[in-house]
């Protein structure tokens, strides 16, 4: 059963830039959730959407935003890039439908804002 | 907004040594779940605790659950290399599904 997939691992943008990252969930999964992590904050929860809906959504500013399609793949994006941007962008998955389920993480879209 | 805790934030040891890494936060969760996260990857669950005074082993790692199910514990026994890694806990509030993350415990165990 393949995992979690996030495109690009590397991405490398500039004060002012927009972004997009990418999310395909396990098969089957309905809820991806996208987390930050930086190693002064460590992970720290952006948003969840399940059944292409918004479930849950993270303390961040409205710079930040995603979405959910049909067949589940998520989208970041985080548009007018700042300096402090810069972090590993995690996505997980799981089927969504008890709250005890297991997060399946995906490996990670490292962004570096020069 | 809830908070969870993790202490130590470092742990450096040496193998064949114990250790036992602390969650702590002043919200009663639902659950709560352990990952390991290893450099270059993404958290792998390791257990899910449910039940308040709940005690789960997995090899030589045994996870508690506080009775209020506002704390936890994670114990090591004679710790190894491959037990390196980044020991993240997370509460789960059933009510909306949502987790919180602790900030994690970095461990090293050196050979």
């Known amino acids: 059963k393949a995992g979690v997939t996030q495109t690009p691992r590397y991405l490398i943008k500039t004060r002012g830039q927009q972004v997009t990252l990418s999310c395909s969930p396990i098969?089957?999964?309905?809820?991806v959730s996208w987390y930050q992590q930086t190693p002064g904050q460590g992970l720290q929860f952006l948003f969840e959407y399940f059944s292409e809906t918004q479930r849950n959504k993270g303390n961040f500013p409205g710079r930040f935003s995603g979405r959910q399609f049909s067949n589940s793949r998520s989208e970041m994006n985080v548009s007018t890039l700042e300096l402090g941007d810069s972090a590993l962008y995690l996505c997980a998955s799981s089927p969504g439908d008890s709250y005890n389920q297991p997060q399946h993480f995906g490996d990670g879209t490292r962004l570096s804002i020069l | 907004t809830q908070l969870l805790e993790q202490s130590p934030q470092f742990l450096s040891i040496q193998e064949g040594e114990n250790l036992t890494v602390y969650c702590n936060s002043s919200?009663?969760?639902?659950?709560l779940q352990w990952y390991r996260q290893e450099p270059g990857e993404g958290p792998v669950l390791l257990v899910t605790?449910?039940?308040?005074?709940e005690v789960k082993k997995l090899k030589r790692l045994t996870f508690q659950f506080g009775d209020a199910r506002k704390d936890s514990s994670l114990h090591i026994t004679a710790a190894q290399p491959g037990d390196t890694g980044l020991y993240l806990c997370?509460?789960?509030?059933?009510?909306?599904?949502?987790?919180?993350f602790g900030k994690g415990t970095l461990l090293t165990v050196n050979p």
């Open positions: 919200s009663v969760f639902s659950s």
């Open positions: 997370a509460g789960i509030d059933a009510s909306n599904y949502k987790l919180t």
């Open positions: 605790v449910v039940t308040g005074g």
């Open positions: 098969s089957g999964h309905r809820s």
